[in-house]
T-cell receptor, first 114, second 111 residues
Framework: ETGVTQTPRHLVMGMTNKKSLKCEQHLGHNAMYWYKQSAKKPLELMFVYNFKEQTENNSVPSRFSPECPNSSHLFLHLHTLQPEDSALYLC?????????????FGSGTQLSVL | QKEVEQNSGPLSVPEGAIASLNCTYSDRGSQSFFWYRQYSGKSPELIMSIYSNGDKEDGRFTAQLNKASQYVSLLIRDSQPSDSATYLCAVGRGGSYIPTFGRGTSLIVHP
């Protein structure tokens, strides 16, 4: 497995469910990101982890809870979501330093909240 | 508020033509500029980066940067139907800053 892998690819959940999105990067990077992509909107940065430490939380509602157990794995725990949270959730990684702005994205999880 | 503006399109060009995609940004401290390509239902993929004023060429792609005008563009020569995608412009400040993305421009190359 190479690059950045995300599971599941598709997720349908009710507003009372709890689910988790998983991301794993095989690039040896030390920074990982969660982005939200909604139709007709720019990519929205949600969370950033550098060396497993959260360095950015872009005013994301608490119903989204990230977890980064090591520099290769990133999770996004979801609970009591709203229909407006339906979107494509993208994980990305980069190498801190001069190349840190070059992001490598996973294939994303298309989330539908009913 | 850092902003990156792109025309959402769609930009429609015939096969073999030059496609010109434009992006403007508001932060004068920006130092690094990126173009990502995103096919429908897929994730963004980095295709070009540029850091200095002028042109940078990579195959059929040319990125152009004008910091004085706060403008960056992507030219695709000899456009192919396989180039049909959304092109995202991203602008950063260098170092460990997170780049800001535009909404993307949809490009359609018709045979």
């Amino acid at each position: 497995e190479t690059g950045v892998t995300q599971t599941p690819r598709h997720l349908v959940m009710g507003m009372t469910n709890k689910k988790s999105l998983k991301c794993e990067q095989h690039l040896g990077h030390n920074a990982m990101y969660w982005y939200k992509q909604s139709a007709k909107k720019p990519l929205e940065l949600m969370f950033v982890y550098n060396f497993k430490e959260q360095t950015e939380n872009n005013s994301v509602p608490s119903r989204f809870s990230p977890e980064c157990p090591n520099s290769s794995h990133l999770f996004l725990h979801l609970h009591t979501l709203q229909p407006e949270d339906s979107a494509l959730y993208l994980c990305a990684s980069s190498q801190a330093g001069t190349e840190s702005e070059k992001l490598f994205f996973g294939s994303g999880t298309q989330l539908s909240v009913l | 508020q850092k902003e990156v503006e792109q025309n959402s399109g769609p930009l429609s060009v015939p096969e073999g033509a030059i496609a010109s995609l434009n992006c403007t940004y508001s932060d004068r401290g920006s130092q690094s500029f990126f173009w990502y390509r995103q096919y429908s239902g897929k994730s963004p993929e980095l295709i070009m980066s540029i850091y200095s004023n002028g042109d940078k060429e990579d195959g059929r792609f040319t990125a152009q940067l004008n910091k004085a005008s706060q403008y960056v563009s992507l030219l695709i020569r000899d456009s192919q139907p396989s180039d049909s995608a959304t092109y995202l412009c991203a602008v950063g400040r260098g170092g460990s800053y997170i780049p800001t993305f535009g909404r993307g421009t949809s490009l359609i190359v018709h045979p």
